[in-house]
């Protein structure tokens, strides 16, 4: 079946980039209606008019996810335009390392803000399409991108290895509550990806480290974690894959 999604309704945020934006492509060509947020409107319409070059249907909801009513205006526009959602691909996040004694109070707070406070502006706004979703068609999907941060040490990254934790186990509770209701909840938590993740590092050794493994290491590729997306959704509904580690092979 090279359409195993046909007929499924995918919400990516963190769409303009990364791992988003190669989901996003993924889901569409095996046949899901995406829509695409992330504030770089730009992006999003390039990838929108992509999708639709391939034959595939996609919108376009440029929102900051840290901003709650924007994002519930945007879930409003996706189950009117494209139908209730059945999967969200919950992927919007920022890496931003520094040494404590730079006391960055200022970069702790974008990160909680966006991968914790944007991640539940999220789950907030979908869930109730994604249980609708469940009891209509039998299938819905909440997949959360964690990171091998919220398992392993890396000094520098605290703050930014805690706010995956945070999404690790709050993916692993809820799934309790949801599954019962037949949204399947999973978890990734990859390795290195090559994406902007990094541009973004203002700190030298973090920054210096990041380079190091790239330049030595094959890392894994967006397309890499998009294909666990999609195999995820097009599991048979009784199947739910809880906690997805994807490293890159060399990457201890
Ligand atoms: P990118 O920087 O390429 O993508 C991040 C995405 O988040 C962009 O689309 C960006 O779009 C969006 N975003 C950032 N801020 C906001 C905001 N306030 N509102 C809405 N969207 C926002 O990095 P990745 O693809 O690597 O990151 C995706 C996820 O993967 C993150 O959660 C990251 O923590 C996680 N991850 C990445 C790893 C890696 O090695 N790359 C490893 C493990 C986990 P825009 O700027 O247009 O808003």
Redesign the pocket.
Known sequence: NQMPLAGRVAVV?????????AAAELLAERGAKVAV????AD?LAALVERIEQRGGTALALP????DADAVTAAAARVEAELGTADLLFN?????LPAKIEDVRADLWRRQVD??IG?FLNAVAAFVPQLRKAAAERGVADLVN?????AQNLFPTFEV?CGT?AFVTHYSRNLRIELGAQGVRVAVI????????????VTEPDASAWITEARATMD??E?ADVAEAVAYLAALPARVNFERLTIMPTAQP
């Open positions: 945020t963190g769409a303009s980039s990364g791992l988003g934006e947020t992330a504030r770089r992006r929102v900051d996810v840290t992927n919007a996040g920022v890496m966006l991968n944007g991108t964690s990171s091998i941060g930014y995956k938590e990859p390795g290195i990806v090559r994406t902007e993740l990094a541009d973004h890392v894994l967006p």
